[in-house]
C-alpha cells in the first residue's frame, strides 16, 4: 500500500514556473515507477512525465524541455515535478501516481494515486 499527498499547485502567468511536490510512504518505494498525470476540464486524464530508479525519466512530447520529474536519490519518497515556460494549455488537476509493474509514457497505468493539486496557468 502507498500514500501519496501532492502539494505546491496554483496559479501563475505563462511564461512562469512552478514546483509540484508529492510526499510519498509505503513499503518498498523505490521499486516503484513513480509519475505525473494531469487532467483538464473536459479532457482525459494523461501521463506527463515518469520515474523509476531503473532508468531515464520519460515526459510527454508537450511538456519536453519544460517540465522535469527529480527524485529524491536518497530517500526515493518524493516526488517533484518542476514546470518552467507554462502555457495555458498547461492548466490542470496534476496527480502524482505509484505503479508497481508498468512505467513509461504509454504504458503506466497507476496503482495508487494521490489526491491532487490544481495548476492554473493564465495568458
Not at 482525459?44 to 529524491?72: C, L, M, Q
Not at 536519490?73 to 518552467?84: D, S
Not at 505509484?98 to 494515486?113: L, M, Q, T, V
Amino acid at each position: 500500500q502507498v500514500q501519496l499527498v501532492e502539494s505546491g499547485g496554483g496559479s501563475v502567468q505563462a511564461g512562469g514556473s512552478l514546483r509540484l511536490s508529492c510526499a510519498a510512504s509505503g513499503k518498498n518505494l523505490p521499486l516503484y515507477c513513480m509519475a505525473w498525470f494531469r487532467q483538464a476540464p473536459g479532457k482525459e486524464r494523461e501521463v506527463v512525465a515518469t520515474s523509476n530508479s531503473h532508468g531515464p525519466p520519460t515526459y510527454v512530447d508537450s511538456v519536453k524541455g519544460r517540465f522535469t520529474i527529480p527524485r529524491d536519490n536518497t530517500k526515493l519518497n518524493w516526488l517533484y515535478l518542476e514546470m518552467v515556460s507554462q502555457k495555458p494549455e498547461d492548466t490542470a488537476m496534476y496527480y502524482c501516481a505509484a505503479d508497481e509493474s508498468r512505467c513509461g509514457i504509454g504504458y503506466i497505468r497507476g496503482d495508487y494515486w494521490g489526491q491532487g493539486t490544481q495548476v492554473t496557468v493564465s495568458s
